[in-house]
């Protein structure tokens, strides 16, 4: 059964730092991107960043740029998204989901993980 | 950035009625197009890609279509387990892949 289980969600300071872990099973993890979605509380959907299969390729929304970076560890099957100089609007489930390929329709998603940036 | 703009924002159908749910692009998008459904309380789950292909288990009361940047979602037969919101998503032009903002499909 393919999986994706978020973790590392909680509530942080503006300007605070979090780093989200993405564990996976159940496919082959080398043949996949990984891609990160986020959804304000009561909004719809909005890509955050994407990390090719290799790791050569990483995408990030211009909202994000600078602040996050995406990075993966084949060896664990995961993905991480180290998230740094937190704002308010971050606030959001954080989703990881994989396709085959970067830029691709998103196959299966995770469960999430719920992210505050709150004083 | 290719805007998606959904429509209607929410409908309402009674069970074994059509539902259809529309999808415009601010551009051309080919037919790089997929859909997801979301229940309250899950994540999203993909149901059609490449417009018109059902992802696996999608039952065949889904379906998808495309007239040049216009793109549908039809419930031939809703059944009250399809109360979700819906989702379209392109994949044409990116980064970023952009989303359409949501349907909301509510059952009389």
């Known amino acids: 059964e393919v999986q994706l289980v978020e973790s590392g969600g909680g509530l942080v300071k503006p300007g605070g730092s979090l780093r989200l872990s993405c564990a996976t099973s159940?496919?082959?993890?080398?043949?996949?991107?990984i891609s990160w979605v986020r959804q304000a509380p009561g909004k719809g959907l909005e890509w955050v960043s994407s990390i090719s299969s290799s790791s050569t390729y990483m995408y990030y929304a211009d909202s994000v740029k600078g602040r996050f970076t995406v990075s993966r560890d084949n060896a664990e099957n995961s993905v991480y998204m180290e998230m740094n100089g937190l704002r308010a609007e971050d606030t959001a489930v954080y989703y990881c989901?994989?396709?085959?390929?970067?830029?691709?329709?998103?196959?299966?998603w995770g469960q999430g993980t719920l992210v505050t940036v709150s004083s | 950035e290719i805007v998606m703009t959904q429509s209607p924002a929410t409908l309402s159908v009674s069970p074994g009625e059509r539902a259809n749910i529309s999808c415009r692009a601010s551009?051309?998008?080919?037919?790089?197009l997929a859909w997801y459904q979301q229940k309250p309380g899950q994540s999203p789950r993909l149901l059609i890609y490449?417009?018109?292909t059902r992802a696996t288990g999608v039952p065949a009361r889904f379906s998808g279509s495309r007239s040049g940047t216009e793109f549908t979602l039809t419930i031939s037969s809703l059944q009250t387990e399809d109360s979700a919101v819906y989702y379209c998503q392109q994949y044409y032009d990116w980064p970023p892949v952009t989303f359409g903002g949501g349907t909301r499909a509510d059952i009389k």
């Open positions: 989901a994989r396709a085959l390929r970067v830029g691709s329709w998103l196959e299966s």
């Open positions: 551009q051309s998008v080919g037919s790089n």
């Open positions: 490449a417009t018109s």
């Open positions: 159940g496919f082959t993890f080398t043949s996949y991107s």
